[in-house]
């Protein structure tokens, strides 16, 4: 259903940013050793001049396993996270496309037309698998279904 894939994508979306919002703190931290500054706020380390805003570029930029090498850690504890980083965001995008591949598999099935078989002369009705109503569809089965060729 529509609603099943808005709250899938928002649910994604979410973990998403704090996935990103999370390692990119844990990185400036790491790299700043000290108290987080004001976002805007440069502070000059081993990496680069850095704010928490290059750093949530770096944390996506990682996640998304781009890693153009444009800031990089020179702590040991920031290659640590990076490393945890590069390996959550490789297993984030495998279960987030696996889950939406389920979802577009489910919606698919079931969604498609009635053929009739030759040489059959039965036919099997289930309920629950129309959602919307379309006369169109109702009036061509029993049409079929009543008045056989």
């Not at 987080?36 to 704010?51: A, H, N, Q, Y």
């Not at 928490?52 to 040991?76: C, H, I, N, Q, R």
């Amino acid at each position: 259903r529509a609603s099943d894939i808005s709250r899938l994508t928002a649910l994604t979306v979410l973990r998403l940013i704090a996935v990103i919002v999370v390692f990119a703190g844990s990185i400036f931290v790491l790299e700043v050793l000290g108290d987080l500054p004001f976002p805007g706020t440069f502070v000059t380390t081993p990496m680069g001049d850095l704010s928490f805003f290059t750093m949530l570029y770096w944390a996506f930029e990682t996640l998304s396993t781009v890693g153009y090498g444009d800031f990089a850690p020179k702590t040991v504890l920031g290659r640590a996270v990076t490393i945890f980083c590069m390996g959550s965001g490789v297993i984030f995008f495998a279960l987030e496309s696996a889950e939406f591949m389920k979802l577009w598999g489910l919606q698919m099935h079931g969604s498609g037309r009635y053929v009739k078989k030759p040489h059959r002369n039965h036919v099997v009705i289930m309920g629950g698998a129309v959602q919307q109503t379309d006369e169109g569809i109702l009036s061509a089965f029993f049409s079929e279904l009543y008045h056989p060729v």
